[in-house]
T-cell receptor
Framework: KNQVEQSPQSLIILEGKNCTLQ??????????LRWYKQDTGRGPVSLTI?????NTKSNGRYTATLDADTKQSSLHITASQLSDSASYIC????????FGAGTRLTVKP | EAGVTQFPSHSVIEKGQTVTLRCDPI?????LYWYRRVMGKEIKFLLH????????ESGMPNNRFLAERTGGTYSTLKVQPAELEDSGVYFC??????????????FGQGTRLTVV
């Protein structure tokens, strides 16, 4: 069983709308949680990285939250753009990185 | 500064053949990781180099996979002989400062391997 579960598997939204992606993990202990964006045919690119003591981290229109007690994280995308269409991957790590399966986001005009 | 580069970007080989994937990490990065994504599933860890030493190879699926990092620079991942289930996208990532758990890891674009 994967130790990092993401939901939803896929999501379609209209340009300009907001959305929230979820990540639940059982990796313990862990040192940090990262959100990556992966465009088709490219490698993952880091959006945010949070330690277990951080609750929120923003990067432009992307805001990640972390609740270490419930072992949940979310990635909120504000005012979505067509270029936000990609897979968003949650990665929890101690010494090694454990990947979620990702959420495939499609932003339509 | 050049990012992590992987060669080739695509490879189609027949079952039983040998394929060698290459990863050039960001210059100066001691940590080099190999991952793979099979059949749309989650990306899974294969192994981790610190310089030229294998720090952790617990994710290597079997002895048909051999990874090397001579001189602590680029790394190769050889699959011999390739099987159908080896098809997937193989990613390489690198990071600086061995042992730093919060160091950013930069990924290459991946090599898509198809075994037919």
């Amino acid at each position: 069983k994967n130790q990092v579960e993401q939901s939803p598997q896929s999501l379609i939204i209209l340009e300009g709308k907001n959305c929230t992606l979820q990540c639940n993990y059982t990796v313990s202990p862990f040192s940090n949680l990262r959100w990556y964006k992966q465009d088709t045919g490219r490698g993952p690119v880091s959006l945010t990285i949070m330690t277990f003591s951080e609750n929120t981290k923003s990067n432009g229109r992307y805001t990640a939250t972390l609740d270490a007690d419930t072992k949940q994280s979310s990635l909120h995308i504000t005012a979505s753009q067509l270029s936000d269409s990609a897979s968003y991957i949650c990665v929890v790590s101690e010494d090694d990185m454990r990947f979620g399966a990702g959420t495939r986001l499609t932003v339509k005009p | 500064e050049a990012g992590v580069t992987q060669f080739p970007s695509h490879s189609v080989i027949e079952k039983g053949q040998t394929v060698t994937l290459r990863c050039d990490p960001i210059s100066g990065h001691d940590n080099l990781y190999w991952y793979r994504r099979v059949m749309g599933k989650e990306i899974k860890f294969l192994l981790h180099f610190v310089k030229e030493s294998k720090q952790d190879e617990s994710g290597m699926p079997n002895n048909r996979f051999l990874a090397e990092r001579t001189g602590g620079t680029y790394s190769t991942l050889k699959v011999q002989p390739a099987e159908l289930e080896d098809s997937g996208v193989y990613f390489c990532a690198s990071s600086s400062w061995a042992g730093a758990k919060n160091t950013e890891a930069f990924f290459g674009q991946g090599t898509r391997l198809t075994v037919v």
